[in-house]
């Protein structure tokens, strides 16, 4: 099991740090029992994830005259964003999110707005190899792209942060 893994209770720590609702958190993650330490890493992640959803969506509608659609900043949104922003490219999203013109130029501004701040990212980089290679995997997995080089740094950084090891005899 992962959950005395170095990398992980980082990880695991520094979202903690970030989070207001503990008791909602504690509910989420009770809920999934028994399983295993990265269960509870992801279970985290996403509770991050929909606290900086909730956060945005807020203040867009106020903002917009028609109903936001689910996919405003979800999950996916951000994880695109996120590997897009690491990598400086265009801010275009997993490309799901349909607003009227004016509207989703309020929603572009938004996200430039508020991406440099997510807690996921620290100095325009992942501050966490595990919430870096988790957000990079999933942006992959639903067609983003990924630098090598980038694959490389969270490799180093993942090493780096990995306890030492005995040799096998």
């Not at 890493?41 to 203040?59: F, M, N, T």
């Not at 942006?139 to 694959?151: F, K, M, P």
Request: proline content about 5%; aromatic content about 8%; charged content about 25%.
């Amino acid at each position: 099991m992962f959950a005395g893994y170095a990398p992980v209770l980082a990880a695991v720590g520094s979202i903690l740090a970030v989070i207001d609702n503990f008791a909602n958190v504690a509910k989420n993650l009770s809920a999934n029992g028994g399983r295993e330490a990265w269960g509870m890493v992801e279970a985290v992640l996403y509770e991050i994830l929909g606290r900086e959803q909730d956060k945005l969506r807020d203040r867009l509608s106020e903002q917009c005259e028609s109903a936001l659609p689910n996919a405003v900043y979800d999950v996916e949104e951000q994880l695109s964003l996120l590997a897009q922003y690491i990598e400086s490219k265009p801010l275009e999203g997993a490309g799901r999110v349909r607003l009227p013109p004016s509207e989703m130029e309020k929603y572009r501004e938004m996200v430039r707005t508020y991406l440099p701040h997510h807690p996921f990212l620290r100095r325009h980089e992942f501050g966490e190899a595990v919430l870096g290679t988790g957000a990079v995997s999933r942006a992959v997995y639903h067609g983003g792209t990924i630098s090598r080089d980038r694959l490389i740094s969270l490799s180093r950084q993942w090493r780096q942060s990995a306890p030492t090891r005995r040799p096998l005899r």
